[in-house]
């Protein structure tokens, strides 16, 4: 009896062999679908870039209705200090406090007119009817907060060198940074540049050039 139980216990069993041929296979039914997934992930990704773009897209064809003209993208702002394109990018479709675009904007970094008034102020700083009448002049936001994927410039980089650290930007879906306070991946700033359509030089390593397509 014992010699039938032994035999048939050794029947039931996997040999090392069919255990390694096993073992290969699901390997390399691995490896066939993980580049797959990892296409499929990356399809996924520029589906929703393209998605994102056309609403920016539509955000600046609203301003462009608003204010007759499209923002500003050169390197400064009308005092001479840096404020770049994507920055006001973002404060025309969304402004500089993601609560809309004030309508004297002059797109200086300082949230000012240029002269005395400041046209971003800060909540806790004013008088609350002051700040609800500041808010009800606003244009848009003219993208949705929740899909605008806007981030302040502090919480991309350590360094914001030359930028005030409160300034926000729109920023891509692909997810390449780590938000330096949730310590989620987030992607990177959308750069922004007004063309001058009746020139036709692309001179990168000459940026003087005046017969460049972009400032």
Known sequence: MKSHIDKANKRAAFTIVELLTVMSIIVILIGLLVPALNQVRRY?????????LKSIDTAVELFNSEFDGYPDSSALDPAGVEYCGAMKLCEAVMGQDLQGVHPDTVFRSDGTDGV??????DESNVNPQLYRDNL?????????LESANAFAIR?????????????FVLCDVFRRVTHRTTGKKIGMPILYYKANTANTHHNVTNPEDIANIYN
């Not at 009800?136 to 949705?144: A, D």
Request: no cysteine; net charge positive.
């Open 44 to 52: 996924a990704y520029e589906v929703k870039q393209k998605a994102q």
């Open 116 to 121: 005395n008034r400041v046209l971003y102020p």
């Open 136 to 144: 009800s002049m606003r244009k848009g936001p003219y993208l949705p």
């Open 155 to 167: 919480d991309i980089y350590n360094d914001p060198g030359p930028f005030l650290p409160r300034h």
